[in-house]
């Protein structure tokens, strides 16, 4: 394909894929059924909407990869999906699960329609239609295929597909594990919500935290002070503004579909929030400076810069006006191929989507294993660990003759809640990624970028498992 064509989302996997595939050693034939996606679910049924009409809905599951079970992957809600789209996001879950260690095959799902068009007893009777028709073909279950929220989807959705499920296999045992991203009253793990985003702010942090890389951008060690440019204020936007703030950053940039704001002392991401509930819209925050386009954001003067929007919204033709000195792929494929190029040369420091925002995906597994062992994390030995604490407090008190402060000592003795083990295991993931995609970059020169580095360690490991369990029949 010639470079002035512009590239689907699919084929821009392809190539970043193709890419890394070269500093591997695996057989070729390997290499092309891993990228191959292993099925594709393409379906057309009618749903009655509430004035009497009949609607005939086009949807979408693709299960990219079997080298582990179940497959898993979101199923957004958009008037954008098609089947290229889901293909390439399929694909992305694969390369994500391998990287962050979840045992997953990777899996998408996509209802073409606007959601914000429809009651939401229409969008019942949409959900609940395509769990059927999923169930019809053996294309969800616990140990199959376990799909999760995504954009225009959420814990709602979730809980529709559950009780669809549900009824259809009357009795199974596991049958709340065929789906992640529920309310946590329906089997659902706490920590969920804000998972992706609290992701993306451990995989930047820890890459901050690498001083050679820091040397390579021109900043400082840590996160502390640095000016970070967040587009999209969704769920995962907002979660991730939120930590950095939280971490000591400063937020001078949001950007959503109305509008751009700017701020250089650092925008309240709440009160932000705020306005755009009351008047509608991010626009004429006090104190801020406006910008009629969202994508304005993009090229603002910052350290950091979160896309956390759509696919492809950097290109070759917007990148060279990119200022941010480290980008931070919140989004699932915001940078195509042509701005990955742009970046390299100019020294950018891309962290890559496939596993920077794999915290949403990571809670999930996490959720499923809760699901299956039908038991809250931190039930078994939350009073254990308190009263252990305590008394091991306790005697330090008595040996020393000192106390220790009231506020200390409540942190020492708590006994961990389901909350505080899914951040820390979300925290440990996403800094063994890190370091693991760091050692694959520092183990051979000549590859390019991180999103390189990072297919590598995804082709690496799924090939190990192709090479092990062998083909079968």
Known sequence: MSGTQTL????????????????????????????????????????????????????????????????????????????????????????????????????????????????????????????????????????????????????????????????????????????????????????????????????????????????????????????????????????????????????????????????????????VVAHRRDTGSILNFPGAKNFAKNTDALEMDCDILIPAALEQVITGENAPRVKARIIGEAANGPLTPEADEEFIRKGTLVIPDMYLNAGGVTVSYFEWLKNLSHVRYGRMEKRFTENLNTHILTQMEELTGKQVTQKEKQFIMHGPDEIDLVHSGLEETMITATQEVMQVWRDNPNIPDMRTAAYVVAINKVATSYAELGIFP
């Open 8 to 271: 689907s989302f699919f084929e821009s996997v392809e190539k970043s894929f193709d890419k890394a595939a070269q500093y591997t050693q695996w057989n070729p034939g390997v290499l092309e059924q891993i990228k191959a996606c292993n099925a594709v679910y393409r379906m057309r049924f009618p749903v009655k909407m509430d004035d009497g009409r009949i609607e005939v809905i086009e949807a979408y599951r693709v299960q990219h990869s079997h080298h582990k079970l179940p497959c898993k992957g979101g199923i957004r809600f958009a008037a954008e999906v098609n089947q290229d789209e889901v293909m390439a996001l399929a694909s992305l879950m694969t390369y994500k699960c391998a990287i962050v260690n979840v045992p997953f095959g990777g899996g998408k799902g996509g209802i073409k329609i606007n959601p914000k068009k429809y009651s939401s007893f229409e969008l019942e009777k949409i959900t609940r239609r395509y769990t059927a028709e999923l169930v019809k073909k053996n294309f969800i279950g616990p140990g199959i295929d376990v799909p999760a929220p995504d954009y225009g989807t959420g814990e709602k959705e979730m809980a529709w597909i559950l009780d669809t499920y549900a009824s259809i296999h009357a009795g199974e045992v596991d049958a709340m594990a065929c789906v992640t991203g529920k309310p946590v009253s329906q089997g659902g793990v706490r920590g969920r919500k804000e998972a992706t985003g609290l992701g993306v702010f451990f995989g930047i942090r820890e890459v901050c935290h690498i001083p050679e890389l820091m040397e390579k951008v021109g900043l400082t060690v840590g996160v502390e002070g640095k000016r970070v440019v967040v587009q999209g204020l969704g769920n995962v936007g907002y979660h991730s503004a939120l930590f950095f703030s939280r971490a000591g950053a400063k937020i001078i940039g949001l950007a959503e579909y109305e509008g751009s704001i700017y701020n250089e002392n650092g925008l309240d991401i709440d009160a």
